[in-house]
């Protein structure tokens, strides 16, 4: 059995860590992303439950920036691996990264899949007493993200039409934090609607996915029902869900 090696992106452009989350075959190669955080001080709150074996994480972000991270990661999780997203003109704070840790930048307006995937197993290999090694494939939810994205694997489309059999699709989405509150297990969630699709909606193909480690989204693929018919089944059964 793979045990992958732990990745935790943060960046606070939605665009440049969905298309960092495109880029290569996570799982395939060994990582997998565990969490995504939108700044430093939103990463700490996540390193604790995620315990990330690496950190690929911006420099110039709002709240708490990628020096002030690194010198905690460095404090507080000091097995931790901190390679660090820099532009051109940000050097200087790359420096400090170093100062604090970092093991290597790498800069993003020239990103490549040969370069992440160099930089991340020569952080991999300096994590103690951990080896990496090569996944048997990416996950369902991998693979569905990374198409939900915007930045499909080229294989992706295929391996969902292998998934999803029919011909019509709907998304349905909930907020967590915001319906539930903030002390809401997503993970549960997830699992709860996953179990319960295919009773409360036969004669469908239902998946549920997590994205953003906030969002919970039902992709529903039906044959020939009315939408509407459809639809509603499904928020009556959510709503007894919640």
């Known amino acids: 059995m793979c045990t992958y090696c732990r990745i935790l992106i943060v960046e606070d452009e939605y665009l440049t ?6 880029l290569i075959h996570w799982e395939q190669e060994g990582f997998q992303i565990v969490g995504e955080a939108s700044n430093g001080a939103e990463a700490l709150a996540q390193i604790e439950e995620l315990k990330p074996h690496i950190v690929l994480t911006d420099v110039v972000m709002p709240v708490m920036d990628g020096i002030a991270l690194t010198q905690a990661i460095q404090e507080r999780y000091p097995e931790t ?3 660090v997203l820099s532009g051109y003109s940000d050097f200087e ?3 400090s990264t170093f100062q604090h840790g970092a093991v290597d930048y790498i800069l993003k307006p020239t990103l490549n899949q ?3 995937l160099a930089t991340l197993r020569k952080a991999a290999g300096q994590i103690p007493d951990f080896v990496l090694t090569r996944g048997g494939g990416d996950s369902f939810e991998s693979i569905l993200n990374q198409a939900l994205s915007g930045f499909p694997a080229p294989d992706a489309l295929d391996k969902l039409h292998k998934v ?3 011909p019509r699709f709907f998304l349905m989405g909930m907020n967590v934090p915001y319906v539930l509150g903030n002390a809401a297990n997503l993970n549960r969630e997830a699992g709860a609607l996953a179990a319960g699709a295919e009773e409360f909606l036969p004669g469908v193909t239902a998946r549920v996915v997590t994205v953003d480690r906030k ?3 039902m992709i529903v693929n039906y044959a020939a029902e009315p939408y509407r018919s459809l639809t509603e089944r499904a928020k009556n059964w959510l709503l007894l869900s919640g």
């Open 81 to 83: 691996r901190v390679i």
């Open 93 to 95: 704070y790359v420096k």
């Open 114 to 116: 040969d370069e992440l």
């Open 215 to 217: 969002f919970l989204l």
């Open 164 to 166: 999803f059999p029919y």
């Open 17 to 22: 860590r969905q298309g960092v989350k495109g």
